[in-house]
């Protein structure tokens, strides 16, 4: 059944699949294993239940979650082999350095921790406690740092030379190799996503309980009013300094990547004397059109080159083969930009909300923040869909093409795994979300249970039993 | 410089040794909670199966997170042999991280639900039993030899090269050590009925284990010319001896300490011994070869530049890590039952 595709889209679509899925779950670790952090130090510094309530809560959801990113990332590491063999073999000498670090100074440190963030608390005491939990907030964060300095140099890779009889990457600078050029751009951009991914998420279990309370006519517990105050803060913060972040991103796409700007300006043609915005368009690169343009008449070179009569450069001016799928590129793009200002949108109507007193009364800030909840995932899929579609042809830009990236397999051998990934990552990683969906769903209480508690027995606290909300079995 | 006979002390020797060690742990490390998981389908008793799982639930990851460091560290300082083996194993590499998701996942999602539990713990059992199976034919494939272009710089041989009667046997034989590490396990960290049905199971899968090291060792030298030569001539007949010997003598100690009811660090111990003695073998047959018998470590190396920058990092960061490691099973030490347990 496979025989109509050819091995190496098979091995793209394979990739894409399993990375999206996989991008997902550290894209809201990241964040959370900080807001953890935090939880904990405040409970250690003020003494207030509702931060260790907080901290009980979410260590479950993140156990849910870390164990997915685990096993999900797993198979990404051996996937180059597998599926991209013959990039692993050029590329390895340079990119399989970073990444050999990735595991030595993250992966262990973060399941070193782990074990005593979930379960230690009672064995360690609360300060070597509160190390351990920083310290897998501290991994997570190492992580991203070295994975995102690889993919950041098959964008824009430096301090290399290339061996001119096998054909792989040889390193020169291993400085230039992790600080390549878009690297604290991208780094910067991503992480500061997962931080406002898991506030939107902590934002929206917190408007959902603060709807379901005022829906009945009750005030809702300090916890559900803590974590919906803490996550607007974030979003109001964040989200400005991310639009910056990403604009300063794109300056740098511009100038490092400029076809791909110009794929997600949707910029076919030359624009000489100053480029259009378009906010709307059918990319259709058979006749290298952006059909029903609908557009802001200089405005793409104002953002871009900060002058509104600035030429910008179209793709009349790259050779078809080198041209990444304008239509992808383009929307995801959109996407991404209109979820951005969605958030800055709901972080400053929650400053209004603040300075008017009803930041925990106004039913229709709460919906929109439940609304907006999953908000932050999307946008990070669109992101990277954004950066990563737009590198192609090639797997590092301008120097190695995916097509002579890819292992020497067969179609069906690629296929049938392919539909064994897709099969087993929808039923586990399905249930998994429902699961993590289920424990949201309950409320964070006083004496909320802890991990052992919920697990063992009937879901029981001292002085409330049975607790109100408590996960009830389907 | 030369330490003997083909053999030159450098830093792709370094490098080879640091990945077999990583292997190594993993092998140890996981073994004993690959085997765990499929000891649940021996122990049908929920109590039991709450006490097994709880015995390794703070330590599972960091022990997975070596087979990352076993891959991660051969696509960097061995990339073209990542290259070559890795789309040779194709199916039974799938295979063990589609396995690896479906235990993983089961230690969390097994305690978030009444209903499914039951599936769960299936999905731990085959999960468990399915990895360790691929991870044994990963290794048979390996030994006997893989095809390759080498001009190319790739993998030549057919989809199903990896499926013989050898690996199987490999599979079968690493499935039964991991379970014989298991069952030594949980012999430590168990107490009563539960303990005394784990000193039973080691006692039958110890000679199930020690019986595939024999048929394993038999055989393999006759895959491969170089292997043959290697055991069979010169000095390699007192190797074969001394190694044989010592195996032999960690098999009757085991029998003998599983059978002591004071005896509960020490039965887990040996069977470590028996999966040293086997590493320490495969090595003997395998050295210089990374790919046997076609590349050398030294035709897979990176460039120096690579390695020696890598080696900064592992020499400071892999004692540290061995310490944390300690360290959090030192925090989560002693017996487990089911009701302090941590989950």
């Known amino acids: ?474 | 410089m030369p330490l003997a006979e083909g053999i030159s002390f450098d830093l792709t020797v370094i490098w080879a040794f640091v990945i077999a060690f990583a292997v190594l742990v993993y092998v140890v490390l996981d073994g004993f909670d690959l085997g765990l998981g499929m000891l649940f389908a021996l122990e049908p008793r929920r109590k039991d199966r709450d006490v097994m799982m709880n015995s390794v639930a703070p330590v599972w990851d960091g022990n997975e997170t070596w087979l990352v460091l076993g891959g991660g560290g051969l696509f960097a300082a061995f990339p073209l042999a990542y290259a070559l083996i890795l789309p040779a194993v194709y199916a039974p590499v799938i295979a063990m991280l589609l396995a690896l998701i479906f235990r993983g996942v089961a230690f969390e999602f097994r305690w978030r639900t009444e209903r499914w539990k039951p599936l769960w713990d299936v999905a731990f059992i085959s999960g468990s039993a399915l990895a360790a199976l691929s991870q044994g034919i990963i290794l048979g494939a390996l030994l006997q030899g893989i095809e390759i272009d080498e001009a190319a710089r790739q993998y030549a041989g057919g989809w199903w090269d990896w499926l013989t009667p050898f690996t199987l046997a490999v599979g079968l034989g690493v499935m039964a050590g991991y379970m014989l590490l298991g069952a030594c396990w949980l012999v430590l960290k168990t107490t009563g009925e539960l303990q005394n049905r784990m000193r039973r199971w080691a006692t039958l899968f110890a000679p199930l284990t020690v019986g595939f090291i024999a048929v394993v060792s038999l055989w393999t030298p006759f895959l491969q010319e170089g292997y043959y030569s290697r055991w069979f001539t010169g000095w390699g007949w007192g190797l074969a001896v001394v190694v044989a010997a010592l195996t032999a003598a960690a098999f009757f100690g085991l029998l003998t300490r599983l059978r002591m009811a004071s005896a509960e660090l020490s039965p887990f111990l040996l069977a470590l011994v028996l999966f040293i003695l086997c590493f320490g073998g495969l090595g003997v047959s395998m050295f210089p070869y990374i790919v046997p018998t076609e590349v050398t470590i030294w035709e897979a190396a990176a460039p120096e530049k690579s390695q020696l920058f890598m080696l900064v990092g592992a020499g400071i960061l892999i004692p540290i890590i061995l310490a944390y490691t300690a360290f959090a099973y030192w925090v989560f030490r002693g017996k487990i039952d089911a009701d302090s347990g941590y989950h």
């Open chain 1, 1 to 474: 059944m496979f025989e109509t595709f050819d091995a190496v889209f098979l091995a793209r679509l394979q990739f894409a699949f399993t990375v999206s899925f996989h991008f997902l779950f550290p894209a809201f670790t990241i964040g959370l294993a900080s807001y953890l952090a935090v939880l904990n130090a405040l409970w250690l510094w003020t003494k207030q239940e509702r931060f260790l309530n907080l901290f009980r809560y979410w260590v479950k959801i993140f156990a849910l979650a870390f164990a997915m990113g685990v096993v999900s990332g797993i198979v990404m590491s051996y996937q180059f082999g597998t599926n991209w063999s013959v990039f692993s073999d050029k590329a390895g000498p340079v990119i399989g350095a970073p990444m050999a670090y990735e595991v030595l100074s993250a992966f262990f440190l973060e399941a070193g921790f782990l074990g005593i963030m979930l379960f230690g608390r009672d064995r360690v005491g609360p300060g070597l406690h509160m190390a351990a939990t920083a310290m897998v907030a501290v991994g997570t964060f190492i992580s991203a740092f070295w994975i995102l300095s690889v993919n950041s140099w098959m964008h824009t890779p430096a301090g290399f030379s290339i061996d001119p009889e096998t054909g792989q990457f040889l390193p020169e600078d291993f400085w230039q190799i992790i600080f390549n050029p878009s690297f604290p751009y991208r780094l910067a951009h991503t992480v500061t996503a997962a931080y406002l991914t898991t506030a939107f998420i902590v934002g929206g279990v917190g408007a959902w309980h603060l709807l379901r309370h005022r829906r009945r006519g009750e005030i809702a517990t300090g916890e559900s009013r803590t974590m919906f105050s803490m996550a607007m803060w974030m979003a109001a913060i964040v989200a400005p300094i991310q639009i910056f972040l990403g604009d300063a991103h794109g300056l740098n796409t511009l100038e490092h990547q400029p076809v791909k700007v110009m794929a997600m300006e949707g910029h076919y043609e030359s624009h000489p004397e100053g480029a259009p915005l378009y906010l709307f368009g059918w990319p259709n690169d058979e006749t290298q059109t952006l059909d029903y343009a609908v557009g802001i008449p200089k405005l793409s070179s104002l953002i871009l080159k900060h002058s509104l009569n600035a030429p910008l450069d179209g793709l009349d001016t790259v050779p078809d083969e080198d041209q990444p799928p304008v239509f992808i590129v383009f929307w995801a793009f959109r996407i991404m930009v209109m979820i951005g200002f969605a958030m800055l949108g709901l972080g400053l109507w929650s400053l209004l909300a603040r300075a008017r007193g009803r930041l925990y009364d106004w039913p229709m800030l709460h919906r929109a923040a439940m609304l907006m909840g999953p908000s932050g995932l999307v946008a990070v899929l669109a992101g990277w869909i954004t950066t990563e579609v737009g590198r192609q042809p090639f797997t590092v830009y301008g120097l190695l093409r995916t097509a002579d990236s890819a292992a020497p397999l067969d179609a069906p051998a690629v296929g049938a795994s392919l539909m064994a990934f897709i099969v087993v990552y929808f039923a586990v990683f399905g249930a998994g979300t429902w699961y993590i969906l289920r424990l949201m769903g309950h409320e964070p209480s006083p004496a909320e249970p802890r991990l052992k508690d919920v697990t063992t027995g009937p879901t029981r606290a001292a002085g409330r039993s049975p607790v109100p909300d408590a996960p009830k079995e389907e």
